[in-house]
Protein backbone atom coordinates (compact mmCIF):
# COMPACT_ATOMS: atom_id res chain seq x y z
CA UNK A 1 0.00 0.00 0.00
CA UNK A 2 1.42 3.66 -1.18
CA UNK A 3 1.93 5.76 1.61
CA UNK A 4 1.95 9.49 2.42
CA UNK A 5 5.02 11.28 2.61
CA UNK A 6 6.19 13.29 5.42
CA UNK A 7 9.41 14.80 6.64
CA UNK A 8 10.62 12.70 9.50
CA UNK A 9 11.74 15.35 11.70
CA UNK A 10 11.11 18.87 13.04
CA UNK A 11 12.42 21.11 15.76
CA UNK A 12 11.84 24.45 16.99
CA UNK A 13 12.19 26.35 20.13
CA UNK A 14 10.11 26.75 23.03
CA UNK A 15 7.48 29.36 22.04
CA UNK A 16 7.78 28.86 17.98
CA UNK A 17 6.25 27.69 15.59
CA UNK A 18 6.28 24.12 13.65
CA UNK A 19 5.25 23.46 10.43
CA UNK A 20 4.90 19.84 8.35
CA UNK A 21 3.66 18.93 5.19
CA UNK A 22 2.27 15.61 4.54
CA UNK A 23 2.55 14.78 0.29
CA UNK A 24 0.39 12.53 -1.74
CA UNK A 25 -1.53 12.67 -4.91
CA UNK A 26 -4.87 13.19 -6.70
CA UNK A 27 -5.93 9.84 -5.25
CA UNK A 28 -5.53 10.45 -1.70
CA UNK A 29 -4.81 14.38 -0.37
CA UNK A 30 -6.00 15.90 -3.54
CA UNK A 31 -9.24 14.81 -3.21
CA UNK A 32 -9.96 12.90 0.31
CA UNK A 33 -10.18 14.94 3.34
CA UNK A 34 -6.76 14.68 5.44
CA UNK A 35 -6.80 13.80 9.34
CA UNK A 36 -3.35 14.49 11.60
CA UNK A 37 -2.83 12.39 14.59
CA UNK A 38 -0.50 12.58 17.22
CA UNK A 39 1.24 10.05 19.24
CA UNK A 40 3.53 10.22 22.38
CA UNK A 41 5.30 6.91 22.69
CA UNK A 42 3.74 4.28 24.40
CA UNK A 43 0.19 5.93 23.85
CA UNK A 44 -2.29 5.87 21.37
CA UNK A 45 -2.72 7.81 18.47
CA UNK A 46 -5.17 11.19 19.34
CA UNK A 47 -6.91 12.88 16.55
CA UNK A 48 -5.66 16.56 16.11
CA UNK A 49 -6.95 17.62 12.61
CA UNK A 50 -9.88 16.05 10.39
CA UNK A 51 -11.65 16.50 7.09
CA UNK A 52 -8.00 19.13 6.09
CA UNK A 53 -9.42 21.90 8.05
CA UNK A 54 -11.19 20.89 11.49
CA UNK A 55 -10.29 20.60 14.62
CA UNK A 56 -11.77 18.16 17.21
CA UNK A 57 -13.12 19.41 20.73
CA UNK A 58 -10.94 19.36 23.10
CA UNK A 59 -7.62 19.98 20.77
CA UNK A 60 -5.82 23.41 21.33
CA UNK A 61 -6.42 26.32 19.38
CA UNK A 62 -2.52 26.19 18.36
CA UNK A 63 -3.10 23.27 15.96
CA UNK A 64 -4.04 24.13 12.66
CA UNK A 65 -4.28 22.49 9.07
CA UNK A 66 -4.38 23.42 5.72
CA UNK A 67 -4.25 21.56 2.03
CA UNK A 68 -3.61 22.29 -1.18
CA UNK A 69 -3.25 20.44 -4.23
CA UNK A 70 -1.66 16.98 -3.56
CA UNK A 71 0.29 18.51 -0.22
CA UNK A 72 -1.79 18.93 3.41
CA UNK A 73 -0.07 20.57 6.69
CA UNK A 74 0.05 20.57 10.30
CA UNK A 75 1.02 24.03 11.86
CA UNK A 76 1.60 24.20 15.74
CA UNK A 77 2.07 27.60 17.17
CA UNK A 78 3.49 28.42 20.33
CA UNK A 79 5.26 25.28 20.78
CA UNK A 80 4.98 23.63 24.22
CA UNK A 81 6.82 20.60 25.96
CA UNK A 82 3.68 18.67 25.43
CA UNK A 83 3.73 19.15 21.77
CA UNK A 84 6.62 16.70 21.41
CA UNK A 85 5.13 13.79 20.05
CA UNK A 86 5.27 12.02 16.62
CA UNK A 87 2.78 12.96 14.32
CA UNK A 88 0.66 11.19 11.05
CA UNK A 89 -1.31 12.49 8.62
CA UNK A 90 -4.29 9.83 6.73
CA UNK A 91 -5.96 9.63 3.91
CA UNK A 92 -8.96 7.48 1.99
CA UNK A 93 -7.06 6.66 -1.29
CA UNK A 94 -9.46 5.79 -4.26
CA UNK A 95 -7.59 4.05 -6.11
CA UNK A 96 -6.53 1.73 -3.06
CA UNK A 97 -9.71 1.56 -1.95
CA UNK A 98 -8.09 2.02 1.70
CA UNK A 99 -6.84 4.55 4.31
CA UNK A 100 -3.21 5.68 3.50
CA UNK A 101 -0.79 7.10 6.30
CA UNK A 102 2.36 9.25 6.46
CA UNK A 103 5.84 7.08 7.74
CA UNK A 104 5.34 10.11 10.45
CA UNK A 105 7.37 13.66 11.82
CA UNK A 106 8.75 13.61 15.02
CA UNK A 107 8.43 16.74 16.70
CA UNK A 108 11.57 17.86 19.03
CA UNK A 109 10.69 21.27 21.40
CA UNK A 110 13.99 22.88 21.99
CA UNK B 1 -17.20 10.07 22.24
CA UNK B 2 -16.85 6.66 22.03
CA UNK B 3 -14.74 4.51 24.43
CA UNK B 4 -12.94 1.43 23.05
CA UNK B 5 -11.07 -1.92 24.77
CA UNK B 6 -9.41 -4.34 22.25
CA UNK B 7 -9.07 -8.06 23.49
CA UNK B 8 -7.77 -11.23 21.73
CA UNK B 9 -3.93 -9.97 21.05
CA UNK B 10 -0.91 -12.43 22.40
CA UNK B 11 1.53 -14.95 20.94
CA UNK B 12 1.15 -17.39 18.09
CA UNK B 13 3.36 -18.87 15.44
CA UNK B 14 3.29 -18.56 11.91
CA UNK B 15 0.33 -19.85 10.06
CA UNK B 16 -1.64 -19.70 13.12
CA UNK B 17 -4.38 -17.65 13.49
CA UNK B 18 -6.07 -14.84 16.23
CA UNK B 19 -9.34 -13.33 16.62
CA UNK B 20 -9.50 -9.77 17.66
CA UNK B 21 -12.31 -7.70 19.81
CA UNK B 22 -12.84 -4.82 20.31
CA UNK B 23 -15.80 -3.39 22.42
CA UNK B 24 -17.30 0.19 22.23
CA UNK B 25 -19.17 2.15 24.40
CA UNK B 26 -20.78 5.42 24.02
CA UNK B 27 -22.67 7.04 22.06
CA UNK B 28 -22.27 6.38 18.01
CA UNK B 29 -20.88 3.08 17.98
CA UNK B 30 -23.53 1.42 15.54
CA UNK B 31 -23.29 4.98 12.78
CA UNK B 32 -19.87 4.64 12.85
CA UNK B 33 -17.26 3.29 10.35
CA UNK B 34 -14.90 1.09 12.57
CA UNK B 35 -11.26 -0.13 11.31
CA UNK B 36 -8.14 -1.70 12.53
CA UNK B 37 -4.61 0.00 12.29
CA UNK B 38 -1.64 -1.57 13.18
CA UNK B 39 1.85 -0.42 14.42
CA UNK B 40 5.11 -2.38 13.93
CA UNK B 41 7.59 -2.38 17.04
CA UNK B 42 9.18 1.18 16.68
CA UNK B 43 7.19 2.38 13.09
CA UNK B 44 4.47 3.79 11.93
CA UNK B 45 0.66 3.00 11.33
CA UNK B 46 -0.18 0.95 8.89
CA UNK B 47 -4.17 0.83 8.28
CA UNK B 48 -5.49 -2.91 8.05
CA UNK B 49 -9.29 -2.78 7.79
CA UNK B 50 -12.43 -0.52 7.80
CA UNK B 51 -16.18 -2.09 7.71
CA UNK B 52 -18.86 0.59 7.28
CA UNK B 53 -21.65 1.20 9.87
CA UNK B 54 -23.75 -2.23 9.03
CA UNK B 55 -21.62 -4.05 8.04
CA UNK B 56 -22.17 -4.39 4.15
CA UNK B 57 -18.91 -3.03 3.14
CA UNK B 58 -15.64 -4.05 4.16
CA UNK B 59 -12.21 -2.85 3.14
CA UNK B 60 -8.19 -4.45 3.25
CA UNK B 61 -5.14 -3.64 3.22
CA UNK B 62 -3.48 -5.68 0.06
CA UNK B 63 -1.10 -7.14 2.66
CA UNK B 64 -3.87 -8.33 4.61
CA UNK B 65 -6.52 -9.13 1.49
CA UNK B 66 -7.29 -12.71 1.44
CA UNK B 67 -5.82 -13.51 5.26
CA UNK B 68 -7.69 -11.37 7.29
CA UNK B 69 -11.75 -10.93 8.14
CA UNK B 70 -13.15 -7.76 9.60
CA UNK B 71 -16.86 -8.26 10.91
CA UNK B 72 -18.89 -6.66 13.70
CA UNK B 73 -21.77 -7.17 15.62
CA UNK B 74 -23.70 -3.47 16.64
CA UNK B 75 -26.49 -5.35 19.10
CA UNK B 76 -22.81 -5.91 20.80
CA UNK B 77 -21.57 -2.88 20.06
CA UNK B 78 -18.35 -5.20 19.24
CA UNK B 79 -16.01 -4.96 15.72
CA UNK B 80 -14.03 -8.04 14.93
CA UNK B 81 -11.17 -9.47 13.31
CA UNK B 82 -10.10 -12.58 12.05
CA UNK B 83 -6.66 -12.94 11.55
CA UNK B 84 -5.39 -15.76 9.97
CA UNK B 85 -2.31 -17.46 8.24
CA UNK B 86 -0.41 -15.23 10.79
CA UNK B 87 3.66 -14.36 9.35
CA UNK B 88 6.05 -12.59 11.42
CA UNK B 89 5.49 -9.52 9.62
CA UNK B 90 2.19 -9.18 11.46
CA UNK B 91 3.97 -8.68 14.34
CA UNK B 92 2.06 -5.69 15.66
CA UNK B 93 0.13 -3.85 17.93
CA UNK B 94 -3.46 -3.68 17.09
CA UNK B 95 -5.80 -0.78 17.64
CA UNK B 96 -9.74 -0.37 16.79
CA UNK B 97 -10.61 2.68 15.54
CA UNK B 98 -14.16 4.22 15.29
CA UNK B 99 -15.04 7.23 12.39
CA UNK B 100 -12.74 8.91 10.80
CA UNK B 101 -9.80 7.76 13.20
CA UNK B 102 -11.64 9.83 16.28
CA UNK B 103 -11.42 7.71 18.99
CA UNK B 104 -8.61 5.23 19.51
CA UNK B 105 -8.25 2.06 21.80
CA UNK B 106 -5.14 1.20 23.53
CA UNK B 107 -3.95 -1.83 21.62
CA UNK B 108 -3.55 -5.36 21.48
CA UNK B 109 -0.27 -6.70 20.67
CA UNK B 110 -0.18 -9.41 18.52
CA UNK B 111 3.42 -11.69 18.09
CA UNK B 112 3.65 -14.17 15.42
CA UNK B 113 7.09 -16.19 16.29
CA UNK B 114 8.14 -19.69 15.96
Known amino acids: QAGLTQPPSVSNDLGETATFTCTGD????????VAWLQQHQGHPPKLVSY???NRPSGISERFSASRSGNTASLTITGLQSEDEADYFC???????????FGGGTKVTVL | EVHLVESGGGLVQPGGSLRLSCVGS????????MHWVRQGPGKGLVWVSG????????YYADSVKGRFTISRDNAKNTVYVQMNSLRAEDTSVYYC???????WGQGTPVAVSA
Open chain 1, 90 to 100: SAWDNSLAGWV
Open chain 2, 26 to 33: GVGFSGDW
Open chain 1, 26 to 33: RNNVGSQG
Open chain 1, 51 to 53: RNT
Open chain 2, 51 to 58: INPDGSGT
Open chain 2, 97 to 103: VNGEFDS
